[in-house]
């Protein structure tokens, strides 16, 4: 049995992105195994360090894991901040983070470009609490979507890293989990390689999005007037219509549009209208669930309460043993 560990920041509604990177590797994996799945708000404050409205987003995100079948019997879901012990743990990794190597960091490098007036130390020490995070569980696998492999990467160097510092054998090395399958990337709407929350409303389709709102934007994506000859290299835009499509809708769906691509006859409208009613289809119960739990406030708190006590256990052992290998001792 391993330790799984994995969480999405609250910083907008859960997107197709989300799932097929994070949520659902994870939902396979909370039958077999001890798994935890929080909600990032302590990270969200990198990006948004005043949220309109933090608990709002916070309660979404979780009706939201509930709302796609993650299981509170089964795994510990839980609030990033009601769990304290990850903020000591992170105080304590990032006396062994060295500002080289978290200045290099591609998701810090972009983060400076998009948000300039607002290069904060959270910022910069993101990976740190990431690695907090998974480290506090002393988890193996992370199921993460393929632009977390870095981050994982600077996980594995800080775990190992105490450990030769400390002289010991006890942070094992967490890696992104896709079931040996490569890490996905679910592209946008817009063209863009990544579908996401924070830069193009339009270019996401999220999974509490009514039928009208996906028909919109999935009508509105990208496309071009169409290849001139046949098998032509797919530019980027087509080339996520087809990716989307190979997510949401079957296999000879995929193969029907990607032969009449092929042979020069493709009309993106067509493609368009069945890409948007596959991912109606799939959204559906998820969106029927959210609102279903949205209402239901006894049920979010025992949730919310039950995933707090379990994580702080376990995080609060971790604690306990890292404070001891540093050598904080009780007088
Ligand atoms: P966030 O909120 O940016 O993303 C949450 C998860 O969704 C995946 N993801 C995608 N996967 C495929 N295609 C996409 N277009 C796409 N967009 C997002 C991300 O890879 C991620 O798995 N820093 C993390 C949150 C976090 C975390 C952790 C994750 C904080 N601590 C510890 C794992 C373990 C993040 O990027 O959140």
Known sequence: ?????????????????????????????????????????YHSLTTHPTPFDLHKNIKQVLVEYLACGLDPEKATIYIQSDVPETTELYLLLNMNAYMGELERCTSFKEKIKTQQNNVNAGLLTYPVLMAADVLLHRATKVPVGKDQEQHLEMMRTFANRFNRIYNVEYFPEPHAFNFGEALVKIPGLDGSTKMSKSENENSAIFLADEPAAIRKKVMRALTDEGP???????????????????????????????????????????????????AIKFTEPFRARISELMSDKEYLHKVVRMGAEKARESAGKTVREVREIIGFKSF
Do not use: W
């Not at 989300?18 to 935890?36: D, I, P, S, V, W």
């Not at 080339?239 to 691509?261: C, G, R």
């Open 228 to 278: 001139k000859t046949p098998n032509e290299k797919k530019p980027q835009a087509i080339e996520n219509i087809f990716n989307l499509m190979s997510a949401l809708s079957s296999k000879e769906t995929y193969d029907h549009f990607n032969e009449l691509y092929n042979t020069c006859q493709i009309r993106y409208g067509d493609m368009k209208k069945q890409l948007a009613e596959d």
């Open 1 to 41: 049995m391993e330790t799984v560990v994995s969480g999405i920041r609250p910083t907008g509604n859960l997107h197709l992105g989300n799932y097929f990177g994070a949520l659902k590797n994870f939902l396979k994996m909370q039958q077999e195994h001890h798994c935890f799945f929080f909600v990032a708000d």
